[in-house]
């Protein structure tokens, strides 16, 4: 099975600053990685897929990129209503599975 | 407007069976894929299963931890998808997401469900 790791598993940052969490995955998933934001009592959303394609109606200040086993979800000038936790999650075979998450918090 | 109701959710004991039902709206149903996610109480996410279409004969994919006792199934006629979880364990108790992905050389999660919680508890 593809393992997902992400880092950090907290994150605590101030409105407008640039953050960047981090997917590792055990092996190569060419660009088959998606990053999905989920708020407390919530569903999750997807934000971004196959990498770098942000998802329609998702703010420009998301992006995403990365390809292989290494990739990075950039929020560019960090929003009140970004308090959220942040999976990734591969679509490269079977099983399908997820990151770990990253807890966002606004300080 | 894409909407996806779970139902069928609630408290079952340990070695029990629940089923299901995922009713959607806002689509071709019969089109598409559809996924199953549960999330534990606190926990991250774990994919549980995905049946394809018809056109993909129905052939259905399962987590590790859930084949064997669970089954996904649809009825295209009722714009519907169904989770029958038979030998429930304690470690099931979670809310159960239905989910259309997307359609293409990616299947990312498009639009989920509200969930349903499912407990395993004596």
């Known amino acids: 099975d593809i393992q997902l790791t992400q880092s950090p598993s907290l994150l605590s940052a101030s409105v407008g600053d640039r953050v960047t969490i981090t997917c590792r995955a055990s092996q190569g998933i060419s660009s088959y990685l998606a990053w999905y934001q989920q708020k407390p009592g919530k569903a999750p959303k997807l934000l971004i897929y196959v990498a770098s394609t942000l998802q329609s109606g998702v703010p420009s200040r998301f992006s995403g990129s990365g390809a292989g086993t290494e990739f990075t979800l950039t929020i560019s000038s960090l929003q009140p209503e970004d308090s959220a936790t942040y999976y990734c999650?591969?679509?490269?075979?079977?099983?399908?599975?997820f990151g770990q998450g990253t807890r966002l918090e606004i300080k | 407007e894409v909407q996806l109701v779970e139902s069928g959710g609630g408290l079952v004991q340990p070695g029990g069976s629940l089923r299901l039902s995922c009713v959607v709206s806002g689509f071709t149903f019969s089109d598409h894929y559809i996924d199953w996610v549960r999330q534990a109480p606190g926990k991250g996410l774990e994919w549980v299963g995905r049946i394809r279409n018809k056109a993909n004969r129905y052939t259905t994919e399962y987590a590790a931890s859930v084949k064997g006792r669970f089954t996904i199934s649809r009825d295209d006629s009722k714009n519907s998808s169904y989770l029958q979880m038979n030998s429930l364990r304690t470690e099931d108790t979670a809310v159960y997401y239905c989910?259309?992905?997307?359609?293409?050389?990616?299947?990312?999660?498009?639009?989920w469900g509200q969930g349903a919680l499912v407990t395993v508890s004596s």
């Open positions: 999650q591969h679509d490269n075979g079977y099983p399908l599975t």
């Open positions: 989910i259309r992905p997307l359609v293409g050389p990616t299947r990312a999660f498009l639009n």
